[in-house]
């Protein structure tokens, strides 16, 4: 899949604020607008800096958590930071997995959570 906005792949896709407005869009289920900006019933909120922060990357690990995901994240020696997310349907013996690398661990979650809500 590609993002909508500047039409990069998932894996291609840098930590940019592009990157967090798809992320905001598909994954944590938010409206946004031009400027960065989602909206809710009461006011206009920034779009958190999901690609480059840890501690708004951790609000999108955690929304997954939320839907039932498995998150397992970790810095392999030879490839470095990684995100990969197992689900199991219950009527399904199979089990989803995504995997993303990135240069940075909120890349990687970004990524892989981009896969996992674009399937």
Not at 42 to 53: G, L
Not at 61 to 77: E, P, R, S
Not at 85 to 95: M, S, T
């Amino acid at each position: 899949m590609n993002c909508p906005h500047c039409n990069n792949p998932i894996d291609e896709h840098e930590a940019t604020r592009c990157l967090d407005t798809w992320v905001a869009d598909v994954v944590m289920g938010y409206t946004t607008s031009p400027g960065l900006l989602w909206t809710s019933r009461k006011s206009d909120h920034r779009v958190p800096k999901y690609s480059t922060e840890i501690e708004e990357a951790w609000e999108v690990a955690n929304a997954l958590v939320g839907m039932n995901w498995k998150v397992f994240i970790g810095i392999d020696m030879k490839d470095g930071n990684y995100c990969r997310l197992e689900w199991h349907d219950p009527f399904d013996p199979k089990w989803n997995q995504f995997m993303a690398r990135g240069t940075n661990a909120p890349l990687a979650i970004c990524r892989a959570a981009l896969k996992a809500k674009s399937k």
